[in-house]
């Protein structure tokens, strides 16, 4: 692959995949040539067409276009029944069939999600999160036991895991809807003639569409696809930061620090009030951190040692401090690790509300070293 070809696709994938023509040779211009070729316009658009594999033009009047790896890429789920369960548990579902045993093309479409999938999650007129696919498809995954009884679906159906990120959430206004509604294929879609919402789970967007809602984030969030493909708590800036232009996008972003204090003071009080309940006596240690732990229970004649982590995301992977892990090398088997996951972050709020989250407790925690994974290092130099 040449140089040229590379760039080009470097400059798409920070603009979400598409790009009209003239932006598109003035960002290579501006970032990736020292000297402008008088011929830049000539050669990037043959190399466009000469790789229909690599790039296609979404409109010819518009003189749109894009890396076709984009152009399946994005889908729309409407989750006003099942937000709460799918965001917790990190997942979409959807059943085989319907109570009267008839399939129904929204639920098929999650045999074709594929892993780096972007996802729009739709819940009660807004764009509440954005999320990417982690794998394929599993079959014959159980109903949740939290969806309704009355919701009229069978018990088998596939389930598809997926890394939520909160954004700002978006309103879907009858502006929007409109211009949405002007990409609609030739069946089956999102809204009605009226803009209304019809009855779907989950549906492929066009490009096009795609394009413009994240534009509409983008207003004010200035966030790109590539910001929530790389979204990592601990990222070294936060929404706020990039919102406020003071770093570029298409790096990915994390927590701020009051975030991080909230999610890990909603994962902490939600642990405690279910002890509590359960006629366990607390007492906090969170703000001393040479103990390694956050909260000593007691329920005679039964101790625990906890540290607790919330997280926004999965319960796969946390982040232990030295003294935590040596903290809970020591108080084995009193020690134990509670982890408050798929916390949800409302950023309409200020600050950001949290809800939901699922617990998981691990108690007589014994850490096995081959579990632990060095991040940092520090080094000494000789003198």
Known sequence: MNLIIQNIIEVLKNHDGVLGF???????????????????????????????????????????????????????????QTFKVERREGYLWAPYKNSKRKE???????????????????YKGQIKCISVVKDKATENY?????????????????????????????????EIIKELNKYKPDKNWIYDRNLKHNVIYLLPLPLVAAKYLI????????????????????????????????????QGFGLS???????EKYAMDKYKNMMLKDGWSIQDFSSRRDKGYDI??????????????????????????????????????????????GIHLDRSKDPPLPSLGKVKEIYNWQIENHNLEPINFYYTIDK
């Open 142 to 174: 159980e109903r949740p036991k939290e969806f309704k009884k009355t919701l009229p679906w069978m018990n088998l159906g596939r389930m598809v895991k997926v890394d939520y990120v909160d954004i700002e959430p978006l309103n879907l206004t009858k």
């Open 22 to 80: 003239n932006d598109l040779v003035s960002d290579l211009k501006q970032n990736y040539f020292v000297k402008a070729d008088k011929n830049i316009s000539t050669i990037v658009e043959k190399e466009l067409r000469g790789n229909p594999k690599t790039f296609f033009e979404i409109e010819s009047k518009k003189n749109l276009w894009a890396l076709s790896a984009y152009k399946n890429r994005y889908y729309w789920v409407s989750q006003n």
């Open 296 to 341: 000593l229970l007691e329920k005679n004649p039964n101790k625990i040692l906890a540290e607790i982590k919330g997280t926004t995301g999965s319960s796969d992977k946390i982040i232990l401090t030295k003294n935590e892990v040596a903290a809970a090398k020591k108080n084995y088997p009193y020690a134990a690790l509670i982890i408050v996951s």
């Open 104 to 122: 129904l093309f929204h639920w098929e479409t999650m045999r074709y999600l594929k892993k780096g999938d972007v996802i729009f999650s739709h």
């Open 257 to 263: 620090y009051k975030e991080k204090k909230i999610v």
């Open 215 to 250: 534009d509409q984030i983008k207003k004010n969030q200035k966030i790109t696809i590539q910001d929530i493909e790389y979204f990592n708590e601990d990222h070294t800036s936060s929404l706020a930061d990039i919102k406020n232009s003071k770093r570029k996008s298409g």
